[in-house]
C-alpha cells in the first residue's frame, strides 16, 4: 500500500470514526449483542444497516457479519461489536441501539433522532 492510499484510509478512518461518536449502545444492547456473539466464530459483529423498504420507507436490517469492509465503522462495548456500512449511517447518525425485553417480546430497537415517523414494529422508518 502507497503511503498515499494509506494516508486516504486513516483520513477516512477518522471522518467515520467522528460520525460513529453520535451512534451508541445501551447497556441492555451490549449484554444481549455480547451474548450473542460469543456462541459465534471469533471476529464476528452485529451489522446493522438501512435500506429501503418496509411500512415506513426504510427499514433496519440486522446480520452477524464476520466480514469487515473498509468504510465500515465499528463500535465497540463491553464486548459487543457493531458494524455500520458508510451509506447506512447518515441514516442512523446520533441513534441509540437498544434492546428491549418486555412482555411483547425481545428485540433490537433503533432510538433514532432523524426520524419522522415508524412503523408499530419498530423497524421501519421514515425520514
Given at each position: ?13 477518522n471522518?467515520m470514526?467522528t ?6 449502545i ?10 450473542i456473539l ?39 462495548r463491553?464486548?459487543a ?23 411483547i417480546?425481545q ?13 408499530g ?6 425520514i
Open positions: 500500500m502507497t503511503s498515499k492510499s494509506a494516508e486516504s484510509r486513516d483520513i477516512a478512518e471522518i470514526h460520525m460513529t461518536s453520535d451512534v451508541r445501551s447497556d441492555s444492547a451490549a449484554k444481549r449483542i455480547a451474548r460469543a456462541s459465534e466464530p471469533g471476529g464476528t459483529a452485529l451489522r446493522i444497516s438501512v435500506s429501503g423498504g418496509g411500512c415506513s420507507g426504510f427499514q433496519y436490517v440486522y446480520d452477524l457479519d464476520s466480514t469487515r469492509s473498509v468504510d465500515d465503522v465499528v463500535i465497540e463491553d464486548g461489536t457493531v458494524l455500520i456500512d458508510a451509506i447506512s449511517l447518515p441514516y442512523i447518525g446520533g441513534s441509540e441501539i437498544d434492546f428491549v425485553d418486555d412482555l417480546g428485540s433490537f430497537q433503533i432510538n433514532n433522532p432523524n426520524a419522522t415517523a415508524a412503523c414494529c419498530g423497524t421501519s422508518f421514515s
